[in-house]
């Protein structure tokens, strides 16, 4: 749990040191709703998601998914965006049973348009590709706010 917290605490500082105020207060412009963002260029995100990754893909899954809800909890989307990075780089890890909790997490976290394209494309898409019969349930998601 040390090294977990460690973790997200230096990519919380690192995305904190990223950010612009020019680039947040455009970012906002493109939501209806209230959203949480540092201000981080996306590329920048990309390249903060990968080298975090060096440092956790080595953990068992379930660790992984303990960082990668603390990230979601935050509401910030840049943090989002890294745990649509990570997952399906993990897809050998991941099980059927794993759309549950990625069910959970889109319930709770997953509150506008991007995180979802980003988290469901990515994600669960590569979930569908491994496991097809998911994709009925999947799409009965599809009736959710």
């Known amino acids: 749990m040390i090294i977990m917290n460690k973790i997200i605490q230096e990519l919380r500082k690192e995305l904190k040191q990223n950010s612009e105020e020019k680039i947040k207060e455009s970012s906002k412009r493109f939501f209806k709703e209230e959203i949480k963002v540092y201000g981080i260029k996306s590329a ?21 998914f303990e960082i990668c809800e603390e990230l979601l909890k935050s509401d910030y989307c840049e943090e989002a965006y890294i745990v649509a990075d990570w997952l399906p780089k993990e ?6 049973k794993d759309i ?31 496991y097809p019969e998911l994709a009925e349930e999947v799409k009965s998601w599809s009736k959710s706010k």
């Open 44 to 64: 920048i995100v990309g390249q903060i998601a990968k080298t975090y990754y060096s440092k956790i893909k080595e953990l068992r899954k379930e660790e992984i």
């Open 100 to 130: 549950k909790i990625f069910k959970q997490w889109i319930d709770k976290y997953i509150n506008n348009w991007a995180k979802c394209d980003s988290f469901c494309n990515h994600t669960i898409g590569d979930m569908i590709t491994k």
């Open 91 to 96: 897809i050998k890890k991941l099980e059927k």
